[in-house]
């Protein structure tokens, strides 16, 4: 069974840093479209940012220049490095691995950004 396991959530100080990890198993990882969404109460989950198998990127407008999503494949990881953080920035974030129409889902870890 596939398995995304996110770490690296907690309190963080707004603007601050925090860096959000990935792992994969049992899928062949290199060829997989990876991205973080994010997810409030009441909201739906939205995209935050995308890095596809080729390496190129993408990034919803709210935490472009302030966030970067990076991967590697000898690891299985893709990794969210969030800098600049603000309150908005608050929400659970889960990753996600996809391949044509297949899609998993990781189980989530929280970010919460407070004084």
């Known amino acids: 069974q596939v398995q995304l396991v996110e770490s690296g959530g907690g309190l963080v100080q707004p603007g601050g840093s925090l860096r959000l990890s990935c792992a994969a198993s049992?899928?062949?990882?290199?060829?997989?479209?990876m991205a973080w969404y994010r997810q409030t109460p009441g909201n739906q989950r939205e995209l935050a940012a995308i890095?596809?198998?080729?390496?190129?990127?993408n990034y919803a407008d709210s935490v472009k220049g302030r966030f970067t999503i990076s991967r590697d494949n000898t690891k299985n990881t893709v990794y969210l490095q969030m800098n600049r953080v603000e309150p908005e920035d608050s929400a659970v974030y889960y990753c996600?691995?996809?391949?044509?129409?297949?899609?998993?889902w990781g189980q989530g870890t929280r970010v919460t950004v407070s004084s």
């Open positions: 049992r899928i062949t990882f290199r060829i997989h479209d």
């Open positions: 996600s691995a996809k391949f044509g129409s297949v899609q998993y």
């Open positions: 890095i596809r198998s080729g390496g190129s990127t």
